[in-house]
């Protein structure tokens, strides 16, 4: 991790969960982490935290609604004028609404789909822009996939959901392509976790918060800083590794 110190990681819904404790890692390794969400204030308290800790780099909260693409446009173009621009794009957020195919609503849907695919899409191409712009030719981008990005699990809530991360898998792998094509050695890697211990079952069950805590009850599931640990094995890599995808899953989770 030596020679991202320093550099500019911009992590999205870096307020909770996921995005909270890789935003805590990057600044553990000495990198300016930018981290956005609709609501900054846990986000100014995990700052805080970071500093009073003494790592060596720094939490930089940004308030942004990431189904805005003029605020996420607006967010890069501060993220320039500040501290030059994106080195590595780490495009975490990302939510499930209960949906199903046959009776979910159509609002439900478009939100998920403004999140998790375009919000994804627009942050990949204004980094890859910022990067190309300052002849970063060593940049990152990290899309927090799912295990229901690769199979369909028989539970209807999630089948919407799952269609937008079967699109990251695609949006991921045609990254790769592009980058390829454009004789850049930027790099472009995909995180695929199944159960994870966060927030996410309790905003996916919002009116029946039993089911949600028993989601993750149910077994020892994977921590948020495991897939902390996991972004930084892939940043960590040498330049001529490229990691497609890691799929990681609770050992106990059967599917």
Request: aromatic residues 6%; contains cysteine.
């Given at each position: 991790m030596e020679r991202w110190k320093g550099r500019v990681a911009l992590v999205t819904g870096a307020s909770v969960g996921i995005g909270a404790a890789v935003a805590r890692a990057l600044v553990q390794h000495g990198m300016t982490a930018v981290g956005c969400a609709r609501s900054v204030d846990k986000i100014e308290k995990l700052a805080a935290?970071?500093?009073?800790?003494?790592?060596?780099?720094?939490?930089?909260?940004?308030?942004?609604?990431?189904?805005?693409?003029?605020?996420?446009?607006?967010?890069?173009?501060?993220?320039?004028?500040?501290?030059?621009?994106?080195?590595?794009?780490?495009?975490?957020?990302g939510l499930a609404r209960p949906e199903p195919l046959l009776s979910g609503r159509t609002e439900g849907w478009r939100t998920m789909i403004d999140v998790n695919v375009m919000a994804v899409s627009i942050c990949t191409r204004e980094a890859y822009q910022s990067m190309k712009e300052r002849s970063i030719d060593d940049g990152h981008i990290i899309n927090i996939n799912s295990m229901n990005g690769h199979s369909v699990v028989p539970q209807s809530v999630v089948h919407f959901y799952s269609a937008t991360k079967y699109a990251v898998t695609a949006l991921t792998e045609g990254l790769r392509q592009e980058l390829r094509e454009a004789k850049t050695h930027i790099r472009a890697t995909c995180i695929s976790p199944g159960l994870v211990e966060t927030g996410f079952?309790?905003?996916?069950?919002?009116?029946?918060?039993?089911?949600?805590?028993?989601?993750?009850?149910?077994?020892?599931?994977?921590?948020?800083?495991?897939?902390?640990?996991?972004?930084?094995?892939?940043?960590?890599?040498?330049?001529?590794?490229?990691?497609?995808?890691?799929?990681?899953?609770?050992?106990?989770?059967?599917?």
């Open positions: 935290e970071c500093q009073s800790a003494g790592y060596p780099g720094t939490l930089i909260p940004y308030k942004c609604d990431l189904s805005v693409e003029e605020e996420i446009l607006s967010m890069f173009s501060a993220i320039k004028t500040l501290h030059q621009g994106v080195d590595v794009c780490i495009n975490n957020a079952a309790f905003k996916l069950h919002d009116n029946d918060p039993e089911r949600a805590a028993a989601t993750y009850e149910s077994i020892r599931c994977l921590k948020a800083e495991d897939m902390a640990n996991a972004v930084i094995y892939v940043l960590s890599a040498p330049p001529h590794v490229q990691i497609g995808d890691i799929q990681m899953r609770p050992t106990e989770q059967v599917s």
